[in-house]
């Protein structure tokens, strides 16, 4: 199976067994984005946790090609082990991530270390902020500093470029794309981002967005599946149906079926997504954009606005958006 790509690899060597192939076409054709998903989540697990309890010399390093090539001296250890758990730790009242980078010289025998560190200012910092800064700090491309990462932060900023590309779907979603590449390149997190963009442009044109999220979320969520839950408690819903943790494969159909549950209701929408707690911020921030999409600013309440700590300056950046925008119209 090959997760990444969310498909059957091997149909050509499974032909010598007539029991092999037929699994594996009952299992391609029932298996849906959300079971792919699910099993992309658990190798993700399994390869960090072997990772981590690997015997150091049975391991089949790949180096980075400036390496191979000569060119280089240093190597990082997540570069090598990209699965292995962050190593984090506290002191006094700063949180600090730990990166090490290790000689690989032809020619040299040390077993030294160089170490560096860096504080993280948030209590809680994203795990693609620090695999991001962590490959930055080495002198990484930025455009290439992201990492493999399936958590719905990824689908944080996808409806402010929505916006800013309102009526330009098709430059909105390759915009999207190589947005979303800075961070996750894991495929289900763009599989999302685009379903997401292309709903959110399409009520922006005019769509209705329970419809719309039929059309274009259907990798993620049916009519089926909003029918069944429609009938259950939301916390059932988001708490045993699917988890209300940060992973896209719960995540994001969590989203769908609150747009789709509360579509005509920005107000009730928003405060049972924060009521059901998990990844509620991000979760919020995906929710409150196809809603948002939906209602207009004039649906929403004032209070959500004028209570803001920044509110002023989120206007003026608003503002300064929209001019922007406007420049670069044809």
């Given at each position: 199976m090959d997760l990444e790509k969310c498909e059957i690899a091997n149909f050509g060597k499974l032909k010598s067994d007539p029991a092999s192939i037929t699994v594996a076409k009952a299992i391609a054709n029932e298996i849906s984005k959300a079971d792919w998903n699910k099993l992309w989540?658990?190798?993700?697990?399994?390869?960090?946790?072997?990772?981590?309890h690997a015997d150091p010399d049975q391991i089949d390093a790949h180096f980075p090609p400036d390496v191979l090539a000569g060119d280089g001296s240093m190597v990082g250890y997540y570069e090598i082990l990209p699965y292995a758990k962050p190593v984090e730790f506290t002191l006094g009242a700063q949180t600090w991530l730990l990166d090490d980078q290790h000689c690989v010289r032809a020619n040299c025998s040390c077993q030294e270390?160089?170490?560096?560190?860096?504080?993280?200012?948030?209590?809680?910092?994203?795990?693609?902020?620090?695999?991001?800064f962590t490959n930055y700090a080495r002198g990484v491309d930025p455009r290439k500093c992201g990492g493999t990462d399936i958590h719905i932060g990824g689908l944080a900023h996808v409806g402010?470029?929505?916006?800013?590309?309102?009526?330009?779907?098709?430059?909105?979603?390759?915009?999207?794309?190589?947005?979303?590449?800075?961070?996750?390149?894991?495929?289900?997190?763009?599989?999302?981002?685009?379903?997401?963009?292309?709903?959110?442009s399409a009520v922006l044109g005019g769509s209705g967005l329970r419809e719309?999220?039929?059309?274009?979320?259907?990798?993620?969520?049916?009519?089926?599946?909003?029918?069944?839950?429609?009938?259950?408690?939301?916390?059932?819903?988001?708490?045993?149906?699917?988890?209300?943790?940060?992973?896209?494969?719960?995540a994001f159909p969590a989203s769908l079926y609150l747009a789709w549950k509360y579509a005509d209701d920005f107000e009730a929408g928003v405060i049972t997504n924060a009521n059901l707690g998990g990844d509620n911020c991000h979760r919020g921030a995906v929710l409150g954009a196809m809603l948002?999409?939906?209602?207009?600013?004039?649906?929403?309440?004032?209070?959500?606005?004028?209570?803001?700590?920044?509110?002023?300056?989120?206007?003026?950046?608003?503002?300064?958006l929209l001019a922007d925008r406007q420049k670069s119209a044809p």
């Open positions: 989540g658990f190798y993700l697990g399994a390869k960090r946790y072997l990772t981590e270390a160089a170490l560096s560190f860096f504080e993280l200012r948030d209590t809680y910092v994203e795990e693609y902020h620090r695999k991001f402010v470029l929505c916006a800013f590309f309102c009526g330009k779907p098709n430059i909105g979603r390759e915009a999207v794309r190589e947005h979303i590449n800075l961070t996750h390149r894991a495929p289900e997190i763009l599989n999302a981002a685009d379903a997401m963009t292309r709903i959110i719309t999220i039929f059309e274009y979320g259907s990798d993620w969520f049916s009519k089926r599946k909003a029918e069944q839950w429609s009938r259950e408690p939301d916390e059932v819903v988001i708490g045993h149906r699917v988890s209300p943790a940060c992973y896209i494969a719960d948002g999409a939906a209602a207009g600013t004039d649906r929403m309440p004032s209070r959500f606005f004028n209570g803001l700590y920044a509110a002023t300056a989120l206007r003026q950046l608003v503002d300064e």
